[in-house]
């Protein structure tokens, strides 16, 4: 597929923009808009849920402990994370302190909505190949309604007819995990999910 060149200063643009976002009233105690990164033409595109403690002290998506469960699993499906484009479905961090811990809290469905014209945009300015989807709040935003993980996980949807998507989980499910031997098979599963987008994009080697 020929593509087009992209200019980085409209994804440089939209991170600006979106850093005085007001939206939702999640800005009030977060750090700071966590927007996405990567190429500017990348061929695939990684959305989360939101960001964590640690994405939201260091501005960047996916650098804490789902971010290493990430970088793992993309190592092993042969995908290189510089190629890609990862960003979240909410750019501000919910929460509740407990003390000096602060406690990760699943968006609410209008907080979903009011932020979803980020990934509109993020969308229209990469221009990817194959989107993917990880957790049920990405899932939301990617597909504009609720959509059950597991039901629509390892089934290509096409987005337009140059586009698709996938469902997978959010690599903090497998932190979630109870005992080793599940996050072993649950860890297996979305490497898995991730080969898949690998091979819908014609190459492990090539997923860029």
């Not at 700071?32 to 002290?57: N, S, Y």
């Not at 042969?78 to 190629?83: E, H, M, N, P, V």
Request: aromatic share 6%; charged share 30%; hydrophobic share 40%.
């Amino acid at each position: 597929m020929d593509r087009k060149p992209a200019s980085a200063d409209s994804i440089a643009a939209l991170r600006a923009e979106a850093a005085d976002c007001r939206a939702c009233p999640l800005w009030k105690d977060a750090t700071q808009t966590v927007f996405g990164e990567g190429p500017a033409r990348a061929r695939l595109m990684l959305v989360g849920e939101q960001p964590g403690d640690k994405e939201d002290l260091a501005g960047k998506p996916f650098v804490g402990p789902a971010g290493n469960m990430l970088d793992r699993a993309l190592e092993e499906a042969g995908i290189d994370r510089d190629k890609i484009y990862i960003t979240n479905a909410v750019k501000h961090f919910k929460f509740v302190a407990r003390g000096k811990i602060r406690l990760h809290q699943k968006p609410s469905t209008p907080e979903i909505k009011a932020c979803r014209q980020w990934y509109e945009r993020e969308l229209a300015a990469i221009e990817p190949d194959l989107v993917v989807a990880m957790g049920a709040t990405a899932a939301q935003c990617v597909f504009g309604r609720i959509t059950p993980i597991n039901k629509n996980r390892g089934k290509p949807v096409t987005l337009d007819h140059t586009m698709q998507a996938l469902v997978t989980v959010h690599p903090s499910y497998l932190l979630r995990l109870p005992d080793e031997e599940t996050k072993a098979r649950e860890y297996r599963r979305f490497v898995g999910d991730l080969k898949l987008a690998a091979k819908l994009l014609g190459s492990s080697t090539d997923a860029a």
